[in-house]
């Protein structure tokens, strides 16, 4: 029995359906064409117009979605389940949205203060580290003479790497520049501030971590100004108390050194030369090398994974090492790099805080979503705390006044 091949089988069906027309489906040029005749190309305003007139005929007063879906009879619209995001992930909450800084001619101390730092080469923690609140502290919100600027000292490299912060790292980070303390001294001047609040980047490549740098800085700003408030927000200086006491000796109004989180997450959070114990131990020393006569202030970050119960314990251990000022806030992803946010504290619970921490003794609490450790630092109660302080920060002995002298010293 002869067989054909198969492939010629095949071929001729194929060539047969080629001929075949096709009906009834038209192809698709044919369709947009079609389309684009049919419909009027003004649709999209005959629907608005029409549902704008359905509105305005609503006479119930319950101008809902329901109003506008025909529904069968015992069947209501019901909201779409979404899912759980993921870590990090959640939407910005509405109170952590900022108005952007006003321009120059609405907020000149904002700008006078921005232009100050360029002009003198100075580095701010404000910018460095993204605050939310930059135009708020430098333009002093409603009341101008309260405006804060924070001023970062022994340049924009740190060297430490701490998750949360957005400030530049470096093992070996540029020397000190020997004319920064005249160039802060002359920028403070100029920004016409009453308070001022310095802070450092960690230098743990020098031996002195930087704390004579920090001492003729601190002098040259007050010898320019004398009756300016100055609050130091400085590092733990790898718990060496005798470095802690050379910068608690000079004429600060405040010395600041932030904890920065519960002690259970520390050691996923914060550098791992920084220590929640040794950071709690400086603070206590400052206190009782000053015999409390300098105020001491710290700060603490929630959306980092603490529990209600290790913030209470953290604010416990702050008031047990005589700290009287503490600030609470937000803790917000600066970069792809940092750590992503647990989660986002509600202002509620950051008021229950505050109520907290005041009932604990703390004789300062600012409390809230967007407050940072300097948060306006300059208002007028923390001001008047350190009025009320200035005759008994005179009784530290001349020999602790000899141990600043000899820290600028070593630094000529």
């Known amino acids: 029995m002869f067989h054909r091949p198969l492939s010629n089988l095949c071929s001729k069906v194929v060539s047969a359906a080629a001929m075949t027309p096709l ?7 044919e369709g947009r064409a079609a389309t684009s005749v049919e419909k009027d190309p003004r649709h999209k305003q005959i629907f608005l117009q029409k549902f704008r007139e359905r509105l305005a005929a609503d006479t119930t007063g ?8 025909d529904l069968p009879e015992g069947i209501s619209p019901t909201a779409a389940a979404v899912g759980p995001l993921k870590r990090g992930e959640e939407p910005l909450p509405p109170w952590l949205k900022l108005r952007v800084a006003k321009g120059f001619s609405q907020q000149p101390r904002f700008n006078k203060i921005r232009r100050s730092m360029r002009d003198k080469r100075l580095a701010t923690v404000c910018e460095e580290a993204k605050c939310p609140n ?9 009341e101008e003479d309260i405006a804060t600027a924070t001023i970062m000292v022994m340049g924009s490299h740190c060297t430490r790497g701490c998750r949360f912060c957005s400030v530049l790292t470096s093992r070996r980070p540029p020397p000190l520049d020997p004319n920064e303390p005249q160039r802060v001294a002359e920028a403070v001047a100029e920004m016409g501030v009453d308070y001022i609040v310095m802070t450092m980047v960690d230098r743990d490549d020098l031996t002195d971590g930087g704390a004579a740098h920090i001492v003729c800085c601190v002098n040259a700003i007050k010898e320019r100004n004398p009756q300016l408030l100055l609050e130091a ?22 010395y600041a050194h932030n904890i920065e989180c519960v002690e259970r997450i520390t050691p996923n959070v914060r550098d791992r030369r920084a220590t929640y114990h040794q950071s709690l131990k400086v603070l206590e020393h400052v206190n009782i090398f000053t015999k409390g006569a300098m105020l001491t202030k ?7 994974g603490e529990r209600e119960e290790e913030v209470r314990q953290t604010l416990r251990d702050l008031r047990t090492a005589g700290v009287s000022a503490v600030t609470l806030g937000q803790y917000l992803q600066p970069s792809r790099t940092r750590l992503k946010v647990s989660r986002y504290a509600h202002p509620k619970e950051f008021q229950m805080w505050e109520e907290e921490a005041l009932a604990m003794g703390f004789l300062y609490c600012a409390s809230g979503p967007l407050v940072r450790s300097s948060y306006r630092a300059g208002e007028y109660y923390i001001k008047n705390i350190l009025k009320q ?5 005179t009784t530290i002995t001349s020999a602790d006044t000899n141990a600043s002298s000899n820290a600028a010293d070593a630094t000529n």
Do not use: Y
């Open 233 to 254: 927000l400085v590092g733990d200086f790898h718990g060496d108390l005798k470095l802690t006491e050379t910068i608690a000796s000079s004429p600060l109004s405040v």
């Open 134 to 142: 930059i135009g708020e502290c430098w333009g002093g919100g409603e």
């Open 298 to 304: 710290s700060s603490i970050m929630l959306g980092l």
């Open 389 to 393: 302080r200035e005759p008994t920060q």
């Open 62 to 69: 319950k101008n809902t979605l329901e109003g506008f879906i």
């Open 23 to 29: 009906v009834g489906k038209p192809s698709k040029e």
